[in-house]
């Protein structure tokens, strides 16, 4: 089992950055494959990005983020990152981290078996 707290979140304004960190307790980190959701008010949660288990050579972006997002992790410090550039208003949204050990990489929300409380970003433009 594990556990996944998200920082990192805030306000920002539109064309800025920033970078939310999801940090795992638990052992084997680097067996899980970890993605990237969000959920804006009055919105379903979508998919944002994924990582691959192990090394993490295997990414995946949402068409809305590519170019703009992107997603790592440091198997040595337990944590997935996700650095957000060029930020639109619409990218407002709770963020969310989430954890699978059952699929090499996942983007939809059924593939993940563990996530965190999220942490909020906003966008003013």
């Known amino acids: 089992q594990v556990q996944l707290v998200e920082s990192g979140g805030g306000l920002v304004q539109a064309g800025g950055s920033l970078r939310l960190s999801c940090a795992a307790s638990g052992r084997a980190f680097s067996s899980y494959a970890m993605g990237w959701f969000r959920q804006a008010p009055g919105k379903e949660r979508e998919f944002v990005a994924a990582i691959g288990w192990g090394g993490g050579s295997t990414t995946d972006y949402a068409v809305s983020v590519k170019g703009r997002f992107t997603i790592s992790r440091d198997n040595a410090k337990n944590t997935v990152y996700l650095q957000m550039n060029s930020l639109k208003t619409e990218d407002t949204a709770d963020y969310h981290c989430?954890?699978?050990?059952?699929?090499?990489?996942?983007?939809?929300?059924?593939?993940?078996?563990?996530w965190g409380q999220g942490t909020q970003v906003t966008v003013s433009s």
């Open positions: 989430e954890a699978t050990r059952t699929y090499a990489i996942a983007i939809v929300r059924s593939g993940y078996d563990y």
